[in-house]
């Protein structure tokens, strides 16, 4: 007999694949009563029962690490915890490189996966031959080798969890489907779900999205957006191999392979460079363990590849043709956290064929969020707020999932731009720029000049981990805006419109900084949690007594709308998105001045137009509400242009600028330009999870000011001192390169990371932002250490800074 659906919970968990599973074990074991889980079929019918269940370490940033390895940590303990078998062996894991720049990769992460206290070790070809002896490692650079990497058995692993989830109270249903959620006045009030032909309704307080390949539909029915597309993937597994003796997990990415030994039989999976989208016209009703026909032609060449790394292939009959669908993201990397249309709807989906490494970690993370209303850590890089609205369009994703399949395994080099899917939202200056020679990258769907090439240079990256073609025009735009003008369009940047009778104590409580300045003013300020912690960072202008602008960056625009809805309360102020209505064209460097100018009647001086102040300007036969700030640090206005405007105005600044030497930039410029003077970069050197005196932004916050939202926190951390302070490292050696994440080592010993990187072309020399551990010290103490940046296993010396290395005075800025 079906079990019976309750009428209330206090939280529905949709999905009961391997991460529907762990979020319910985790919520349980934190007390949390009334947690039901529904599966529309059978547990891990969807992606999780076919999964090749490898448990992966090393990852492409700290926090990933960090919930890998809680990943690898938990699934240890499952099997003694809940009785359940799950297969999980510590065998190790080989990752290989076949070329100079995936070693370095390669060896990049093992520095990061090393400050956060994983084993790993670099391995030379002789030593992989020895751990691997079936391997042609004839043409293998190195390798890496994580002695506590893994494998288990997928389908257990959720059983485990679910076991393990019921053990602690909470309910697991099977064969009930979910058709919608339900929610009133803004947040989540339940879901309807179908039982044997039977439709009920449970009313819940929370609702987790965990449905894999169907979140997106499911999402849509409640105007809430989870982009995400299933592919197909293939893996083959061989008959038993006589004599196989049991081998650590291998990967082999330049060939977008993985092999992994279980029973005496090898699977041999694959990342192919272009994938097959699946699902496209909806999943089948009775979708269940359900795998995909055969398609040989496609696995073929890397079957090929395959035999002649691993040549006892050959002669190994192949027992298993496996394809089955899996959900990717346009983006590769999953969703976690709260969606910002709806209070309370909860996701964790969409992840990249790394679902089972993944889940652990992100239901502990999840459920910790839901249970505490903050994250346990900075999860930006995951966080479904991230996700743009237009992504949800099928043909979108369909195209962009062709790429995202094959980036697991592909080389992720620095400035590594997406190459599908490109061109949904574009700059009045688009073609403009275009036709002078911009390179584009891409940020939240937005086009963005990042490097303008010379006449008859290829407009195109070279990738690499050193100096990539485009350094040398950097280099050019960097010292134009140094010594000249340089030219950005910044029309990227997200623009809110907060207006209302108590729009001024609604920003008063949201920002730190003071809001209650002249009509005119612009105010760099910082949204912050109760913990201290930096949710946003951006410029609020004030526009009139009831009208303010806040920019913000475009990747973050989501996010910032989402903070500021949510702490609407019972007042009068409403929030709109108004990125589209104007663009952003900065004119930037010490004759900007005089650019403006050539092509204004207005007052620029200090005295007319003051640093910190906009006003509006005419500029050509249009106008613009000028904003004197600067995010490159030098003199210099953002014109706030209506679009309709924007090309007139931009062909007035370029004929006007032309003899000034007016330089056309790109993001790649402004990036080196704002980390010589060691602006900060939200969701690398800011994030929630750092606050906001350790960011060094202690300036912008005003605690005169009666109440906001982390002032409590403010005035703790001013009274028990500083534990990490936010530091400016310079190489001395001037050839290497820092992009981030690469490990800060204090007198010898790792300490950190570095947040983010660029080249400082006028400082000459690589810079980096990163924390410092500082519990007692003061900051002569600090500086007094020697310092040094291990990339890629080599340690390199480095000068550091409290103050911006770069003009610390500002004496440029307010020129
Ligand atoms: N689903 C395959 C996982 C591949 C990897 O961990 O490298």
Redesign the pocket.
Known sequence: MAKAVPSKARVVIIGGGVSGCSVAYHLAKLGWTNVVLLERKQLTCGTTWH??????QLRGSQNMTRLAKYSADLYVKLEAETGIGTGMRQCG?ISVALTNERKEELFRQASLARAFNVDVREISPQEIKEMYPHLNVADVVAGVHLPLDGQCDPANIAMALAKGARQNGAQVIEGVKVTSVTHKDGRVTGVTCVQEGETYTIEADHVVNCAGMWARDLAGTSGVTVPLHACE?F?IVTEPIPGLTRLP?L?V?DEAT?YKEDAGKMLV?A?ELKAKPWGMEGIREDFCFDQLPDDFDHFQPILEDAIKRMPMLETAGIHTFFNGP?SFTPDDRYYLGEVPELKNYWVATGYN?????SSGGAGMALAQWMNDGEPPFDLWEVDIRRAQPFQKNRRYLKERVTETLGL??ADHFPYRQMATARGVRRTPLHEHLKARGAVFGEVAGWERANWFAKPGQEREYRYSWQRQNWFENQREEHLAVRNGVGFFDMTSFGKIRVEGRDALSFLQRLCAGEMDVAAGRIVYTQMLNERGGIESDLTVTRLSETAFLLVVPGATLQRDLAWLRKHIADEFVVVTDVTAAESVLCIMGPKARDLMRRVSPNDFSNAAHPFGTARQIEVGMGLARAHRVTYVGELGWELYVSTDQTAHVFEALEEAGADLGLKLCGIHTLDSCRIEKAFRHFGHDITDEDHVLEAGLGFAVKTAKPAFIGREAVLRKQEAGLDRRLVQFRLTDPEPLLFHNEAVVRDGKIVSIVTSGNYGHHLGGAIGLGYVPCRGESEEEVLASTYEIEIAGRRVKAEASLKPMYDPRAERVRA
């Open positions: 999964a090749a269940g490898l448990i992966g894991s993937h893996y997990v990967r990415p993985y999976g990342f899996e064929s790394i679902g089972i490494v697991l395994y």
